[in-house]
């Protein structure tokens, strides 16, 4: 099975910069879409960007649309997101799964993640 892990988490003052990255074991990223999630306690995940196999085509929740930057290579079998301007409400575990939009509904098999927390 392709494992996935999060890494470049960390705690960062408001305005601040992260780069997440999403380390897959094999080669899926050149075939399947893939999408950054977020979840706080007590709540679902919540899909923060996506981005497909095709060039340039990328996603955003709008509460992030400005300030994050999803990216990929497949050389790598690695997807980033670039976090700028963070904001304490962007606190949360940050997940990257092979799903995006409708496909990711009923999507259970989450890694470890990453702990991105935003704070003075």
């Not at 994050?68 to 575990?93: G, H």
Request: some cysteine; charged content about 20%.
């Amino acid at each position: 099975q392709v494992q996935f892990v999060e890494s470049g988490g960390g705690l960062v003052q408001p305005g601040g910069s992260l780069r997440l990255s999403c380390a897959a074991s094999s080669a899926i990223f050149d075939y399947y879409a893939v999408g950054w999630f977020r979840q706080v306690p007590g709540k679902e995940h919540e899909e923060v960007s996506c981005i497909t196999t095709f060039i340039g085509r990328t996603s955003y929740v709008d509460s992030v649309k400005g300030r994050f930057t999803i990216s990929r290579d497949n050389d790598k079998n690695t997807v980033y997101l670039q976090m700028n301007s963070l904001r304490p409400e962007d606190t949360a575990v940050y997940y990257c799964a092979p799903v995006c939009g409708d496909s990711a509904d009923g999507y259970s098999y989450w890694g470890q993640g990453t702990q991105v927390t935003v704070s003075s």
